[in-house]
C-alpha cells in the first residue's frame, strides 16, 4: 500500500487531520534538509513535501522564490540531490511519507523512465508537478501508475467544471489551492473556498488537502474542518529563513532547529 | 504540412500549456473566446479599422538600391514594419488582443516587455480602448530603456520593475503570470510574444501574419514574383513569424530566423537559444530553452534587451526540427556594424533587434546573385535604443 494512503487512513481511524510542510531542499544545504525534515517529524508533521529549487518558480511567491535562490546559489542543488536527501533521511529513521514537489522542467530534463526508476528506490511515495496540469500530463500519469507512486493534482477555486475530472484522476489526495494567486502567506482566503471545498469533497472519495497561505495555528483548525489535510509551505519556509544564520554555524544549529520544531508543534491544534 | 497547432496546442512536440491549474480555465475562456470573435466580422472589422487608420497599415516594402549597391549580390527589401504607430510590429498583436480583451469584458490589462516596443504598444491600445493598463518590467531593462519607461507613464500605465531573478525579460514574464494568476476574474494578459502557453503562440502569429500577408501581395505586385530568402529577428519570435506564416507553404522561399549570440556562442553571454538550447519546459510551453542539465533556466545576454529572453516560440522550435526555416546567429558587435551600415547607406536606424537581421543579410546577399530576392522584416525603429547605442559606440560592448 502506499504510505500516503495509509496515513490517511491512519489518521481517519484516529479522527485527525494530517499536516503537511513543505521545504525546499537544499536551504541552507542538502545536510541540514535532512535535519530540518528529522525536526519536522519530531514535531508532529504527518507527511512532508519536499520542494526540487528552480529557477523560475511560476507558481511561488517570493518566499519560496528565494529560497531556491539560496539553495541554488549555496549548493547547486538538483533533482537527483533532493531525491539522496529522502534516502538520507529515510537512513537516519525518518518514517514520514514523501512527496516531490518539483516543476516539470527538471523532471524532463532528467528523463521521466531515468526519474521513475530512481524515485521508485529512494522511499518517495508521492509527487506533485504546478506545472503540470491534467492536458498535459498522460505520459508521466501513466508512469506514476505502473510504479505506485501517487500524482497529486491541484484544483484551484477558479477549476470550475474541471474539478470532477481532475477529482477523478488524483491519487494519494487532491490538492486544493486556497487562494488565487502564487504561494505566500496571507490573512484572507478566496471568498467562495468553503463552497469550493464541499465541491471537492462531493466530487471524490480521495482525501482532500488545502494549502497555499497558511501560516498559523487558526489558520490550521479552520481547514481541519472541512479537508483531510492542511499543507503549510511558506510560513514553515520563512521561518527557515530566519533561522538560516542559526543553521550556518555549528554552535546555534541546534537552536535553529529548535525554533522550526517549535514553529511546526505551534500549528498543530 | 499539417495545420499548427492543433486542439491541443500543439505545434508538433512543441507548445502546449504548462501552467499552475489557476490559469486553465482563463486560458481555455481566453481560446474559446478567440476562437468566436476571429470569425465575428465586427470584430475583424474593428481591428482592420485601427490597424489602417490608426497604425497607418499597410506599411510600406521599400526596395533598399544603396544598401543593395553596397553589399554587392542578392536585391534586398526591407519590410517596413519600424513605420507602424508606436514604431514597432508590435501594435499589430497589442491592437487585437486589445480589442479582444474589450469584448472579453476585462477592465485591466496587464503587459510583459523587454525593450518597452511590447509595452508601449500595449499602453497605447490601453489608452485608445480606455482600459487600465500596468506592465511589468526587468529593473535592470528600465534603465536600459529608459525613454521607453517614460514613453508609457505619459500613455497612462504603471511601469512595475521586476527585480526577482535577471531582471530582465525573462523575469518580467514570470511576475505577469504570477499577477495573472492573482487577478484572473478581470485582468487581460496581452502577452506580446509568440510565446507561452496555447493560445498565445496562435494568436499572436494570427495578429502578426499581417506583415507577411502583406509582403507577399507587395513583393508579387513589385517583382512579379515571391522572394528567395525571408529573414527575421526572433527573440521571442513574434515578427518572425508574422512574416513566415503566409510563405510555410511556399518550398522555394528559404526562412532565416537570426538570433542573438551576444558575446559569441562559444560564451556563456548570448541568447541563441536555437542554436545552444534544448527542448524544455518553460514559462507554458515546451520549446527550444538556454538550460543547464538539471533544467535550470540560464540567464540570456544580447546587446539587445528585446532578444534577450532563454526561450523562443513553440513554432520555431517547429519550423527548426522540420527543417523548414533555418536559425543562425549574430553577435552583438556584428549587429551594432549593421545598424551603423543602414544608417549611412539608407537613412534608415533600425532597433537592436531589426540590427541583427540586417547584419544576416550582410553575410548572405554577397554571396548570391542579383537576380535573387531577400526580404527583411525591419521590425521597429532604433530611437528607443539611440542612447544605449551611445553607450556602446562610445565605451565599447
Known amino acids: ?269 | 504540412m499539417t495545420q499548427v497547432p492543433d486542439e491541443n496546442g500543439r505545434f508538433g512536440k512543441f507548445g502546449g500549456r504548462y501552467v499552475p491549474e489557476t490559469l486553465m480555465n482563463a486560458l481555455i475562456e481566453l481560446e474559446e473566446a478567440y476562437k468566436h470573435y476571429s470569425k465575428d466580422p465586427e470584430f475583424i472589422a474593428e481591428i482592420h479599422s485601427l490597424l489602417t487608420k490608426y497604425s497607418g497599415r499597410p506599411t510600406s516594402l521599400y526596395y533598399a538600391k544603396r544598401l543593395t549597391e553596397h553589399l554587392g549580390g542578392a536585391q534586398i527589401y526591407l519590410k517596413r514594419e519600424d513605420l507602424n504607430h508606436t514604431g514597432a510590429h508590435k501594435i499589430n498583436n497589442a491592437i487585437g488582443q486589445g480589442v479582444l480583451a474589450k469584448r472579453m469584458g476585462k477592465t485591466k490589462i496587464i503587459a510583459e516587455t523587454g525593450a518597452g516596443q511590447h509595452g508601449v504598444a500595449s499602453a497605447t491600445v490601453a489608452a485608445l480602448l480606455g482600459l487600465e493598463c500596468k506592465v511589468f518590467m526587468g529593473e535592470e531593462d528600465t534603465k536600459r530603456q529608459e525613454l521607453n519607461v517614460f514613453r508609457m507613464n505619459l500613455l497612462g500605465a504603471e511601469v512595475v520593475p521586476v527585480t526577482s531573478g535577471t531582471r530582465t525579460l525573462k523575469d518580467a514574464c514570470n511576475e505577469t503570470l504570477r499577477y495573472w494568476v492573482s487577478n484572473v476574474d478581470d485582468t487581460y494578459y496581452i502577452l506580446g510574444s509568440a510565446t507561452g502557453p496555447h493560445p498565445y503562440p496562435m494568436m499572436v502569429r494570427d495578429f502578426q501574419r499581417i506583415i507577411g500577408d502583406e509582403t507577399r501581395q507587395q513583393i508579387v505586385k513589385e517583382a512579379g514574383r515571391l522572394p528567395d530568402y525571408i529573414i527575421a529577428a526572433v527573440g521571442g519570435g513574434s515578427n518572425a513569424i508574422g512574416m513566415f506564416y503566409p510563405f510555410i507553404e511556399d518550398e522555394s522561399v528559404k526562412l532565416i530566423g537570426v538570433e542573438a549570440a551576444g558575446r559569441g556562442v562559444e560564451t556563456e553571454e548570448h541568447a541563441a537559444t536555437m542554436t545552444k538550447g534544448r527542448h524544455g519546459v518553460f514559462q507554458g510551453s515546451l520549446s527550444y530553452v538556454l538550460q543547464d542539465e538539471h533544467g535550470q533556466v540560464l540567464p540570456a545576454h544580447s546587446i539587445s534587451a528585446g532578444l534577450d529572453y532563454p526561450g523562443i516560440g513553440p513554432e520555431h522550435s517547429y519550423l527548426k526540427d522540420t527543417e523548414r526555416a533555418a536559425y543562425v546567429p549574430i553577435t552583438d558587435a556584428e549587429a551594432l556594424e549593421a545598424l551603423q551600415l543602414l544608417s549611412r547607406t539608407e537613412g534608415i536606424i533600425p532597433a537592436l533587434e531589426s540590427a541583427h537581421a540586417i547584419a544576416q543579410v550582410m553575410k548572405l546577399a554577397p554571396t548570391l546573385g542579383s537576380d535573387q530576392i531577400v526580404v527583411v522584416n525591419l521590425s521597429g525603429r532604433g530611437d528607443k535604443d539611440v542612447q544605449a547605442i551611445m553607450g556602446y559606440l562610445e565605451g565599447g560592448l
Open chain 1, 1 to 269: 500500500m502506499n504510505e500516503i494512503d495509509a496515513a490517511f487512513q491512519r489518521l481517519r481511524e484516529e479522527g485527525r487531520t494530517a499536516l503537511i510542510p513543505f521545504i525546499t531542499i537544499g536551504d541552507p544545504d542538502l545536510a541540514t534538509s535532512v535535519e530540518i525534515i528529522q525536526a519536522m517529524e519530531q514535531a508532529g508533521a504527518d507527511m512532508i513535501e519536499l520542494g526540487v529549487p528552480y529557477s523560475d518558480p511560476l507558481a511561488d511567491g517570493p518566499v519560496i522564490q528565494r529560497a531556491s535562490e539560496r539553495a541554488l546559489a549555496n549548493a547547486r542543488v538538483t533533482l537527483a540531490d533532493v531525491i539522496e536527501v529522502a534516502a538520507q533521511s529515510r537512513q537516519a529513521g525518518v518514517k514520514l511519507p514523501f512527496i516531490l514537489f518539483s516543476y516539470y522542467n527538471p523532471i524532463f530534463q532528467y528523463g521521466l523512465e531515468p526519474f521513475f526508476e530512481l524515485i521508485a528506490a529512494k522511499g518517495i511515495s508521492g509527487m506533485i508537478i504546478p506545472d503540470l496540469p491534467i492536458e498535459e500530463d498522460a505520459e508521466l500519469r501513466a508512469m506514476a501508475e505502473d510504479t505506485g507512486i501517487h500524482l497529486i493534482p491541484l484544483v484551484a477555486p477558479t477549476s470550475n467544471d474541471r474539478v470532477k475530472r481532475i477529482a477523478a484522476k488524483a491519487r494519494g489526495f487532491v490538492y486544493c489551492v486556497s487562494s488565487l494567486g502564487v504561494t505566500g502567506v496571507r490573512a484572507d482566503f478566496h471568498q467562495g473556498i468553503d463552497e469550493f471545498l464541499s465541491t471537492v469533497r462531493s466530487a471524490t472519495d480521495t482525501p482532500i488537502a488545502v494549502g497555499f497561505g497558511i501560516s498559523s495555528r487558526e489558520q490550521v483548525e479552520r481547514f481541519s474542518k472541512q479537508a483531510d489535510g492542511v499543507i503549510v509551505g511558506s510560513a514553515i519556509v520563512r521561518k527557515i529563513e530566519e533561522v538560516v544564520p542559526l543553521l550556518q554555524a555549528s554552535e546555534t544549529k541546534q537552536e535553529g532547529l529548535a525554533q522550526i520544531r517549535a514553529f511546526v508543534s505551534g500549528l498543530k491544534g
